[in-house]
């Protein structure tokens, strides 16, 4: 055990005991508040038993050692105290911090606390057979008045928009699927791409002149109009000829689920290899049951539901611009955190600036207006519904995150890899959880208020709402 002792003799020495007073008690973290400067700063000591985390650290050191690559031994056959040295402290930090964040949230919690920027954290204590032990400084969100979700002054405020599904909406849904149904035959070498043709390409993307994750390859099928690739991208290809290579410009969109991507001017590098012509397929009923189906009306159907049910998305965007313009108007809060709105204003500002960075002075000025009222606005929203979660008891658990993550590869079947990989990091974890829980909030507050329903065409939504939903962040 003389080895474990060598990892775990960090930070053993504040004592602030004397100004605590009483304790409470969970089943495994205990806390005492400190001090309490006015109504909105508080600073609590909590603790726990040391032993469980050494060992939690103790087991993944080991599980690690295993697989370790060191410079002079074989993989996974360096000496235990080695091992122990290069990775212990790592990894202990990392189970500390975990177990802090897991204790002061645990406090939040049980003290039905807000709080409106992230907290000072001074470890005091950890040692073995003792305590893990810290003191935390925060400060809380207060003047969040009472919410009646029931209260008449919602109703009626809100359109909820469903899809009026023609017979145009549904003749062009089967000229795509029969495009990708599609024959292909080879082309001679002069042959210019048009809409329909599969082709393909080896390619090289870079954002701010670096390549990013999923922004090559080599031998991929595309079929120019099938929209596999972000806007506009497919488009440029329309007149290529094999082996002719072309520099692309796109932009991935603003609610890209890729959030680093999001937004981002992109520069492609195409070459294309292969060109095949499409050779027209026939829509009748033979062709409704290559994919599954009896017959051209029951595929007809199955279009209509589908166009219906992608509608969704879009619909449920626009009722949440509508909901939070409402609670923003409606909730009145005059002592919103400026630390929480200067944290958001600054994620937005860093997303928007590379748009406009050679914008002229004044137009970069008036842009740092609306998102500041942005940033406001989002973090007034963001506390109310923090506060509606609260007082309705509305949490998030693993089915919930499940079932959201099961709606993005739905939303997105081409990055369901991605997505995946996303919702296994557990570091993610946490935002995850928060937009699930925004989401299972929002429906909440749409079950209590009396809303409009309306049904519109995909030519009347394009015409009159789509531009309402520029404005999003």
Not at 29 to 40: A, H, P, R, T, W
Not at 351 to 380: L, Y
């Amino acid at each position: 055990m003389e080895d474990k002792d060598k990892i775990i003799d960090i930070n053993s020495g504040i004592n602030k005991a004397e100004n605590q007073v009483s304790v409470k008690s969970g089943t495994e973290i205990e806390y005492s508040l400190v001090k309490q400067e006015g109504d909105n700063k508080f600073e609590y000591r909590i603790w726990t038993s040391a032993d469980p985390i050494i060992d939690l650290a103790e087991q993944k050191i080991e599980a690690e050692s295993e697989n370790l690559e060191m410079s002079g031994f074989q993989k996974g056959r360096v000496p235990k105290n080695i091992a122990r040295k290069h990775l212990g402290e790592k990894i202990l930090t990392s189970i500390i911090d975990r177990k802090i964040a897991q204790m002061l949230q645990y406090v939040i919690k049980k003290e039905n606390l807000t709080i409106s920027s992230p907290p000072g954290i001074d470890v005091e204590e950890f040692e073995k057979g003792k305590k893990l032990s810290c003191y935390v400084k925060f400060e809380i969100v207060g003047g969040i008045p009472p919410i009646d979700l029931l209260d008449p002054i919602f109703n009626d405020r809100i359109e909820i928009l469903s899809l009026n599904v023609i017979e145009d909406d549904i003749n062009k849904a089967i000229e795509t699927l029969k495009n990708i149904s599609n024959d292909y035959v080879e082309t001679d070498p002069e042959y210019q791409a048009i809409d329909g043709d599969k082709l393909i390409i080896d390619f090289d993307g870079r954002i701010d002149s670096k390549p990013f994750d999923g922004g090559s390859g080599s031998g991929v099928e595309l079929i120019i109009g099938s929209n596999q690739f972000i806007k506009d991208f497919e488009d440029q290809l329309i007149g290529v000829k094999v082996n002719e290579s072309k520099i692309i410009k796109v932009r991935f969109p603003d609610d890209y689920h890729i959030e680093e991507n999001a937004g981002k001017d992109c520069i492609f590098k195409v070459t294309v290899s292969n060109i095949k012509k499409a050779e027209s397929t026939e829509f009748n009923d033979e062709f409704a049951r290559s994919l599954g189906l009896e017959n051209t009306d029951q595929f007809r159907e199955m279009i209509s539901e589908r166009l219906k049910a992608d509608f969704t998305f879009l619909s449920r965007l626009y009722a949440k611009k509508q909901l939070f313009e409402v609670l923003d108007e409606i909730i009145k809060m005059d002592d919103i955190p400026p630390s929480m709105i200067e944290i958001d204003f600054k994620s937005l500002w860093s997303e928007v600036m590379p748009k406009i960075s050679n914008d002229k002075k004044e137009n970069r000025d008036e842009m740092a207006v609306k998102i500041m009222n942005i940033a406001r606005r989002r973090v007034k929203v963001g506390l109310v519904l923090a506060e509606i979660a609260k007082k309705y008891s509305i949490e998030v658990n693993d089915e919930d995150v499940e079932d959201y993550k099961q709606l993005e590869i739905l939303r997105n079947p081409g990055d369901s890899q991605k997505i995946q990989e996303q919702y296994e990091d557990k570091k993610n974890l946490p935002k995850i959880e928060a937009t699930v829980l925004e989401e299972k909030v929002i429906t909440f507050i749409f079950d209590c208020f009396k809303t409009k329903e309306i049904t519109v065409t995909s030519q009347q939504f394009n015409e009159e709402y789509a531009s309402k939903l520029q404005d999003i962040i």
